[in-house]
């Protein structure tokens, strides 16, 4: 892999296997944001494009952009109507006071410097506006503690941290509530609210270990094992979730959602 923080070479199996389960929060994303018919909407990390194509049902007039083009080739397989660019958050392309709404789904705690990147998307927004965010919430359970117990048998927890640090900076203060709403007011975003929302998706055994090659820590591990080391590492993780769960599996996943307002 050229670069494991990206999704480019992983993209297939995103849009595969997760895009289709993220349709639904990235539905009521859309709906508590109040995106309507013929508002300019902004989705920033559009990914595989599930909150833009949501958006784009309710009415809205989307643009998609996303850094990963191998997320954007499956953004277009899927919705080929879907406008989309290849752009990151800072030094968003578009002039001030472009966008009826800005939605940014699942990526907050993506940003390096999430401060500069709410002061650009709040930039694009026009007064009145609406700015959307989704963020995960949940903390480990018996699925990721288990990935995580196979993850450490061949790569030590003290160079995986680093890197998971590097890779998702804010995970952990944006799976806070108070931490998002705090964020947000401070950014200029007012009439903020948040709530939590818990969804269960059902995976078949196999399809969810190679959707766990899609995640950081998987493509962390791919890219230091190699290929070859990356399949046999999989068949084992294979083996054990067999041994340790039922075919299918239940994933259970809090979301955390939070809208505002540009004054």
Request: hydrophobic share 45%; proline share 4%; aromatic share 8%.
């Amino acid at each position: 892999m050229d670069d494991w923080r990206s999704y480019d070479s992983v993209a297939e199996t995103y849009a595969r296997i997760h895009a289709p389960r993220l349709a639904e929060p990235a539905r009521d994303l859309v709906a508590l944001t109040g995106v309507g018919a013929g508002q300019r909407v902004l989705d920033v990390g559009t990914g595989t494009g599930v909150a833009a194509t949501a958006a784009a049902a309710a009415g809205g007039a989307v643009i998609g952009i996303d850094e990963a083009h191998g997320m954007l080739v499956q953004a277009r397989a899927a919705d080929g109507g879907l406008r989309l660019a290849a752009a990151g958050v800072i030094d968003l392309p578009f002039p001030n006071a472009t966008f009826d709404t800005v939605l940014a789904n699942f990526v907050i705690a993506h940003f390096t410097k999430y401060q500069t990147a709410l002061h650009d998307i709040l930039r694009v927004l026009r007064p009145g506006g609406r700015i959307g965010v989704t963020a995960w919430s949940d903390g480990q359970d018996d699925l990721t503690r288990a990935w995580l117990e196979m993850v450490e048998t061949v790569v030590p927890r003290e160079v995986l941290q680093p890197a998971m640090d590097e890779r998702l900076p804010w995970r952990d203060r944006f799976r806070d509530r108070a931490a998002l709403e705090e964020t947000l007011m401070t950014a200029g975003v007012r009439q903020v609210r948040t709530e939590m929302r818990t969804y269960r998706f059902r995976y078949a055994l196999d399809e969810y270990v190679e959707g766990l090659g899609t995640w950081a820590t998987g493509r962390f591990v791919r890219s230091m094992l190699g290929e070859s080391g990356w399949n046999a590492f999989l068949e084992r993780v294979r083996v054990a979730f067999a041994e340790r769960f039922a075919d299918p599996l239940n994933d259970r996943r809090d979301v955390l959602f939070a809208t505002g307002v540009k004054p």
